[in-house]
């Protein structure tokens, strides 16, 4: 016999009650006064035995009556054999270790309760039973079955983890180790799912009713929380180069039911405190804030952004990295003879350096040292140049297509099929004049105070029609007054691919002497800055594409990040479409601004941000739960909730097949106490 109740048998005790009452009351004699001996014959003589024996028997029943009642609270039961031996049975406890189980609820932190629920889940178990520990982590050291001793240690081990699983890839994930280790029709798998159960990871809905697994949710309440964070950011501008001014854009959320107000926004970048804004945000609600600031710094540029918010606070910074190159490289191909236009608009800035290079000399070695080539008017392009060019371009750099006067359309259009962008027709050039400007595209955006439809634009006495491929997006900077496009460019994987549609020689058009010419052409240069991607997210087997110049001559990186006490060497997988490929092998797992290192140069900076899914907590009520779970007619599907004691009753329900005793424990303490009655009535009459 075993008990759900054992710490209620210190109850027995009580039996020292009446033991005590019988000591110290039926051993008190009564003295009766009489002034004649005739009233002695209203006494009736009762033996000293008879007495004794009542007493004895009264003592006895009440006795009997407490413990029968104590042991009654205290459930006993009889367990029966399992129909499923533990050799056939897999116990499986999957533990959210999520960054929301660090909030706090009814009974503490979420996560020290959810372990605690394990260990006891783990408690009501038999020793011979197997077990599977399952966390955000699918932590190879788990995959193996392991008993109760080594179950216990693993619970009391784990830690709280940036990942994060929906519940349907936990439960496909249990059912492949299972699978591993267990081929059998009489197998049954019970699995306790322990977690906040917010709403973006309850996925009942892609369950379906396998008979072979049980499945006991049981929710750790959370406390009403309001999280504010840095959902993410984005420059209005691709290009960053040094005094430009900047504008940041950054994505907050408020996913609480109050609103705030006056919150701190700061920047910090390469170390120093940027810029501060102090925002409002309603509750329930996200803003798009702008922070405006000046580069002055040249080079590699880590930086994060920062509010102050509890108690979830991972979420409360984001790392990004940009860079800014000394000076901007311009390499221009040139048919015979160089283009005075093009060389005079950046000879008297020292933000960037052109190099001419006639088209029977070309060093496509080099390319990579550039991060703008302009190909002006060429008649005819090599199939290995084109290909070379194509590199450069998948790698982030930017391409500048200028068509020659006397076009000839069928060898101009391999280099616009090979980017993607369409054809010229083959038709005669025609006379136009540019008549719209788009303003919203970053060539121009910040070009003039306001938009003016009465400028005296460019005339073009030879332009082409140029059909876009179906389905290509492109951008169109400029149109003629018929709509013809005129400047179109192309995002080409990590590059850009910019083309006139006519020709900017002074014989085919005024471009080159109109004020549109050097914003144009300027701006192309200018926005040429590799287009790094700002932060990524901290993921598994992550692999990254990263542009590095000093690839392939035998060099050894390093990945560093001192906060973090991170320095290990990744692995180089070689050229990829959009440049050097990085497997980081999993040592990111903290949130910070990482650097390349070769040697003793610093190459460039990655940053690398925690999952934002997880800032959204809010989490399913236990009847919200229950609905979803009735909704999907998950029959396999129960739900335990309540503090720790309702639980063990609970579950031991579930675990053991057992015959209830307290019933008859009920029964026996109301026979003892009408025994007790009857003993007491039957001496009464015998003494009448």
């Known amino acids: 016999m075993d008990f ?137 050291e788990h995959r193996l079955p392991c008993n109760k001793q080594q179950m216990t240690k693993y619970i009391a081990d784990l830690q709280l983890t940036h990942e994060r699983k929906t519940i349907f890839e936990i439960l496909e994930y249990n059912k492949n180790i299972i699978d591993q280790y267990i081929d059998n029709n009489q197998f049954s798998n019970r699995f306790y799912i322990i977690s906040d159960f917010q709403k973006n990871i309850v996925d009942f809905d892609k369950l379906k009713n396998d008979t072979s697994v049980n499945i006991y949710c049981l929710p750790v309440a959370t406390n009403k929380i309001n999280n504010i964070y840095i959902d993410s950011a984005w420059f209005s501008s691709p290009a960053h180069y040094r005094n430009k001014h900047e504008n940041l854009k950054v994505k907050v959320v408020n996913n609480g039911d109050e609103d705030y107000s006056d919150i701190i926004l700061s920047l910090n970048i390469d170390g120093k405190q940027k810029t501060l804004q102090n925002f409002d945000i309603q509750a329930n609600n996200s803003k798009i804030l702008s922070l405006n600031f000046t580069n002055t710094e040249i080079g590699i540029l880590p930086s994060y952004l920062e509010i102050t918010d509890y108690p979830i606070t991972y979420d409360n910074k984001l790392y990004f990295s940009y860079k800014i190159n000394k000076k901007t490289n311009i390499l221009i191909i040139n048919k015979k003879t160089k283009n005075k236009y093009l060389n005079s608009l950046f000879k008297s800035d020292s933000n960037f350096v052109v190099k001419n290079s006639l088209l029977g000399h070309v060093l496509s070695s080099e390319f990579l040292d550039y991060q703008t080539i302009i190909i002006d008017e060429l008649t005819h392009i090599s199939t290995g140049l084109l290909n070379e060019l194509n590199k450069f371009v998948t790698q982030g750099g930017v391409l500048l297509c200028i068509p020659p006067k006397d076009m000839d359309i069928a060898e101009f259009n391999k280099i616009t099929t090979n980017f993607g962008l369409g054809k010229f027709i083959k038709s005669k050039p025609y006379s136009s004049k540019i008549g719209k400007i788009n303003y919203e595209h970053f060539i121009y955006k910040n070009v003039f105070a306001k938009k003016q439809n009465k400028l005296d634009l460019p005339k073009i006495s030879s332009s082409y029609k140029f059909n876009i491929n179906y389905n290509t997006v492109v951008n169109s900077l400029l149109h003629d007054i018929s709509g013809n496009k005129l400047l179109i460019q192309k995002q080409y994987k990590r590059g850009k691919v910019y083309l006139f549609t006519f020709s900017i020689n002074p014989a085919s058009s005024n471009f080159v002497e109109h004020p549109l010419f050097v914003p144009s052409i300027y701006n192309i240069a200018a926005f040429s800055q590799s287009d790094e991607q700002l932060y990524y997210e901290i993921s598994k087997n992550q692999i990254v594409e990263l542009y590095l110049n000093s690839f392939g001559n035998g060099n050894t990186y390093k990945i560093v990040n001192r906060k973090n006490n991170v320095e290990f060497i990744p692995q180089i997988l070689g050229k990829g479409d959009f440049g050097t490929r990085i497997n980081l092998m999993n040592n990111i797992n903290q949130a910070g601004n990482y650097f390349i290192i070769n040697n003793k140069d610093t190459l460039t900076s990655i940053s690398f941000n925690y999952n934002r899914q997880e800032s959204d907590i809010k989490c399913f009520s236990n009847s919200e739960l229950k609905e979803n779970i009735d909704k999907n007619n998950m029959q396999n599907v129960s739900l335990f909730s309540g503090n720790i004691n309702k639980l063990k009753i609970e579950i031991t329900d579930t675990i053991k097949e057992r015959s209830e005793m307290w019933h008859w424990f009920i029964i026996l303490a109301i026979l003892f106490l009408i025994c007790e009655i009857i003993v007491i009535k039957r001496f009464r009459s015998m003494n009448n």
């Open 4 to 140: 759900v109740h054992p710490n209620l048998l210190w109850a027995l005790l009580a039996v020292l009650v009446p033991v005590i009452i019988h000591f110290f009351n039926f051993r008190i004699y009564k003295t009766v006064y009489f002034s004649n001996t005739q009233f002695l014959n209203n006494i009736r003589n009762i033996s000293k035995s008879k007495s004794k024996l009542k007493n004895l028997l009264i003592l006895l029943f009440r006795i009997l009556a407490i413990m029968a009642l104590v042991l009654a609270f205290a459930r006993p039961f009889i367990p029966h054999k399992n129909n499923i031996d533990a050799d056939n049975r897999i116990v499986s406890i999957y533990i959210d270790n999520s960054f929301s189980m660090n909030a706090s609820g009814e009974y503490g932190n979420l996560f020290d309760a959810a372990k605690e629920r394990a260990r006891l889940l783990v408690s009501l178990f038999d020793n011979n039973q197997q077990f599977l520990l399952l966390s955000n982590n699918l932590s190879a």
